[in-house]
């Protein structure tokens, strides 16, 4: 029920499309449930009386039936197919819309890959089953009962048959549809690894040639394409089980009702005419048992995808503003009180510890650790890109949470560890810091990231990039997304490990660029000390607790981890750049 109000309420303006489509084809069965009767006249008091005049009346009559029958079923192919695209566009709109208002935690939870294809193939399996499936859904049942009906008054003796065959059939094909329908879940989970697969490799083709690696992902691919095939193909297998059961009913049936039809003719109870008219009700009832039971599988299939389609629509976003929401956020100062974190409530240990830190509005911050030590963690705390476990993280001296969420993302400006860019311009890439900044601002912005130094030779602003930022390089990519970053004029920047591809020279050029931006609160997260040495602060982050917090002076005097870090860089000769 909760399948049909879905669709009921994403057919929207597309809902009289489907009443006309359902009234087509009413009316198209009704008509060609009335031939038989024509026919059996022609028979009886034409063929058999030898009356031209009711065969010539009666045939022109059925043809104008099939005719009208004809424009209906076209008719219904039109509005149908109106219906049925304009609820998979509604369907894929409410979804998409839907989707941008997930945290990462939420996107988590379903994997990308399974939402796309919620997405794509179940919305397209439930616009199939309303356009292929709304006229046996309504012909099957009405030409079921209007045959019975029709066969009882032509003879009540005969139509005993069916009184025995529509029941055993009925029970046979239930049994079929109750074995598949669990199956199409495992099918469309399938389909999820399936796509799974093919994104990874998609996105990871660079990598997969780098490494030679196209054998090991053909097998990979194989596996799953063939565990699609497979479950598919079991699927399937029991589902075509009803085509024998029904033919085998209907020559049974066919063979009862012409040696019952065939006495009752010879005792002189039963008119030829009847019995043909009889004949054609056989293969009407039978046929309208078999529409019926693929409507039901197909409509085990399309609840699959219906549930499925429900399960992204229901899901309730983890990170919302609350009621009431800051919408200001004064300074760019930020506090860690006390902050705990997992990503999963089930984990058993904590991603951070009890993080204390107090960093003040404009200052420079840097955030060093190992890897894994839980630094892009910490960081996408302040932009509240999730919730903290325990404690709380305050900007401009409010709990994140009290703030609306866009109000609190426009003055924190994250340039994430994986940088993306979109295909388009690069003013329309930096239009998503700003979208009413001027081309000064945005040279301003890349001045400021020294991404003026290539500027031209892509094409300046409007040069375009392609799918996903391709055309630059990384190090291009990443003073691009710090100009973008800039240009939302941010109380809090946090760069994570965002110059790591920029050579030492033009990453001194920029810090010292950023170090001019006043009131700006920059939280830098590096893996070399040089990108981090001349901040106000540096935390050591170890195994998700603060080690250490202090100048690099300080630490150099007292922290090992960090003496270690600096150190291994000091050996590797990155400290004379350092210095
Ligand atoms: N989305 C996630 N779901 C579950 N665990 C995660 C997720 N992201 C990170 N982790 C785990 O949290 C821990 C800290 O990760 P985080 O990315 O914060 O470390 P990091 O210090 O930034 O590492 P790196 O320097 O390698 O980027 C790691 O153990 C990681 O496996």
Redesign the pocket.
């Known amino acids: 029920m909760d399948g049909v109000r879905l669709i009921a309420r994403f057919l929207g303006p597309y809902r009289r499309d489907f009443l006309l489509a359902v009234l087509c084809v009413a009316a198209e069965t009704s008509l060609e449930l009335f031939i038989p009767i024509l026919m059996a006249q022609v028979v009886d008091q034409g063929i058999m009386a030898a009356d031209l005049h009711v065969v010539l009346a009666n045939g022109a009559l059925m043809l104008l039936c099939a005719a009208a029958a004809l424009a209906l079923g076209l008719a219904y192919a039109r509005f149908s197919a109106r219906a049925a695209m304009g609820l998979g566009a509604n369907l894929r709109a409410a979804e998409y819309a839907h989707l941008q208002t997930f945290s990462?935690a939420n996107i988590?939870d379903f994997e990308g890959s399974s939402l796309v294809t919620r997405l794509t193939t179940d919305v397209t399996v439930v616009q199939n089953a309303l356009v292929t499936g709304t006229r046996p859904l309504v012909r099957g049942p009405s030409a079921l009962v209007a045959g019975i009906v029709y066969a009882f008054v032509m003879s009540p003796e005969l139509a005993v048959v069916f009184c025995v065959v529509v029941p055993l059939l009925a029970v046979a094909m239930f049994s079929v549809v109750a074995r598949v329908a669990p199956r199409y879940r495992v099918l469309q989970r399938a389909m999820d690894q399936l796509n799974d697969a093919l994104q990874e490799d998609l996105a990871a083709i660079r990598v997969i040639k780098a490494y030679v690696r196209e054998g090991h992902v053909a097998e990979r691919f194989a596996a799953v394409n063939e565990h699609l095939a497979d479950t598919a193909t079991r699927t399937f297998r029991t589902a075509v089980l009803n085509v024998p059961i029904l033919q085998g009913a209907m020559y049974a049936t066919s063979v009862a009702i012409l040696l019952f039809g065939g006495q009752m003719i010879l005792a002189g109870t039963l008119t030829v005419g009847a019995f043909t008219g009889f004949m054609s009700y056989v293969l009407q009832i039978v046929n309208s048992l078999m529409m019926i039971s693929n409507v039901f599988l197909m409509l085990a299939r399309a609840v699959t995808s219906v549930e499925r389609v429900s399960e992204v629509l229901a899901e309730e976003p983890t990170l919302v503003s609350p009621p009431g929401a800051l919408t200001d956020v004064p300074d760019g100062s930020v506090v860690f009180d006390h902050v705990c974190f997992k990503?999963?409530q089930d984990a058993e240990k904590d991603?951070l510890s009890d993080v204390c830190l107090d960093i003040s509005a404009g200052s420079t911050v840097g955030v060093l650790?190992?890897?894994?030590?839980?630094?892009?963690?910490?960081v996408q705390l302040v932009a509240r890109l999730y919730d903290v476990t325990a404690g709380a993280v305050r900007v401009g001296g409010h709990d994140v949470r009290a703030y609306d969420l866009a109000a609190l993302r426009d003055a924190v400006a994250v340039v994430l560890?994986k940088n993306v860019l979109f295909s388009g311009t690069v003013r329309e890439n930096l239009a998503w810091g700003d979208a009413d900044a001027t081309d000064e601002q945005m040279l301003e912005a890349c001045r400021l990231a020294r991404a003026d130094e290539f500027l031209e030779r892509i094409g300046g602003l409007d040069g375009v990039l392609g799918q996903g930022g391709a055309g630059v390089s990384g190090g291009q990519r990443q003073r691009l997304c710090i100009a973008r970053a800039l240009l939302k004029h941010p109380r809090v920047l946090i760069l994570?490990?965002s110059t790591s591809a920029v050579d030492m020279a033009t990453d001194a050029a920029i810090r010292e660029n950023l170090a001019r931006l006043a009131g700006v609160t920059k939280i830098v997260?590096a893996?070399r000390v040089a990108s981090v040495m001349d901040a106000d602060k540096i935390v050591v982050?170890d195994d998700?607790r603060v080690h250490a917090c202090g100048t690099h002076e300080e630490l150099l005097a007292t922290d090992p981890i960090y003496q270690e870090i600096y150190e291994s860089q000091v050996g590797s000769g990155i400290s004379g750049e350092v210095s």
Do not use: C, E, R, W
Request: hydrophobic share 25%; net charge negative; glycine share 22%.
């Open positions: 990462f988590d990503y999963a991603v650790g190992g890897t894994g030590s839980g630094k892009t963690t910490l560890q994570d490990d997260i893996q982050l998700g």
